[in-house]
């Protein structure tokens, strides 16, 4: 029994030896070799390669070096150079996932922070349509709005506390409103200021989500509720960034809100009157108008006009009115 307990016990020293070679995650901290003279050498064979534009027998060197010698020195860089052929070749998926692999399994590489900016720098090609994928080999298209938010997201949160998380979720906030995704990029927008408030972008940010909102009233059947937001987020501006050059243009965005919301009453209140008949409501609505005078003087004066005759028609008989 002790023999056999001593060979399970070897067996298991010798094992996470065997099994690291195809780590699929991050790689665990001391397990980089010291050297690796075999890859080294695939690798300057590969760079040689590169250099005389051969890039498909490069592309295989390299992808031996990330596949066969994962712990050696020199691998973070050959998953860098083979991102690269990738994109020399027309193939920004695959290069992507190449830089993806780099972020997420050598994390402690002077590499990584290199691996991230490539791949914010081709999500961003892709969100502005530079980025032009090949479609079966006949012409180019831009790369499908699906994959242009995958890579934005996967940036954001491979870097939750880096500047260019900030970056890529402001992108993905202008990706969505060019699509006329109002309510979508409203929310990420919020979270960018939400998530990264000392950001260059959060002003900005700030500012988009109110106005999203006050465009937003002529659509649908919610007009009040999206003015309340909008107002809300301008007013959040004010709180936020009391200083900021933007401020003022805030202010004035929330002056304009009020002003609607108030527009926005009188409006239900000419519907009770004139087409519902329901006088006790076109009255509240008329006064509460009447109260915000300095916030919509038109708005009020011609509220005062109704008024009157919303109260006249309340006293006569009904079958008068």
């Known amino acids: 029994m002790r023999l056999n307990l001593h060979l399970l016990l070897c067996a298991a020293a010798f094992l996470p030896l065997t099994m690291c070679q195809n780590f699929d995650g991050l790689m665990p901290a001391g ?23 051969k890039l498909k027998p ?3 060197l390299l992808k031996r070096i990330a596949l066969d010698h994962e712990l050696a020195p020199c691998a973070p860089e050959a998953r860098i150079l083979l991102g690269d052929v990738y994109e020399r070749r027309g193939l920004p998926r695959d290069a992507f996932d190449e830089y993806d692999k780099v972020v997420k399994r050598y994390q402690s590489s ?23 994928v090949s479609v079966l080999g006949l012409w180019k298209s831009e790369m499908e709005s699906s994959t242009v938010e995958k890579w934005l997201h996967s940036v954001i949160a491979n870097a939750p506390y880096n500047d260019m998380a900030a970056t890529a979720t402001s992108i993905l906030g202008a990706y969505q409103m060019r699509r006329e995704r109002y309510e979508d990029a409203a929310a990420t927008y919020s979270m960018l200021v939400e998530k990264y408030p000392d950001s260059r972008y959060a002003p900005e940010a700030q500012l988009m989500v109110a106005q999203i909102w006050a465009s937003s009233r002529t659509r649908g059947d919610q007009n009040m509720a999206n003015l309340t937001r909008a107002r809300e987020a301008y007013e959040e501006f004010s709180l936020r960034f ?24 009188l409006e239900v209140g000419r519907y009770y009157l004139e087409r519902s008949r329901e006088y006790d409501s076109a009255i509240f609505c008329f006064e509460n108008v009447i109260r915000q ?27 008068e009115a």
């Open 110 to 132: 002077p590499l990584y922070t290199k691996a991230l900016s490539r791949q914010l720098s081709m999500a961003m090609a892709a969100a502005d349509g530079s980025l032009k």
């Open 242 to 265: 009391p200083n900021h050059p933007l401020a003022g243009k805030a202010q004035g965005g929330a002056a304009d809100v009020r002003r609607l919301m108030v527009q926005q009453e």
């Open 31 to 53: 397990t980089i070799q010291s050297a690796d003279p075999e890859a080294d050498a695939m690798l300057a064979k590969a760079k040689q390669l590169m250099e005389e534009n």
């Open 293 to 319: 005078k300095k916030v919509n003087p038109e708005a009020a004066a011609e509220a005062a006009t109704l008024l009157q005759k919303a109260q006249t028609l309340k006293l006569r008989p009904r079958k």
């Open 58 to 60: 490069a592309g295989s």
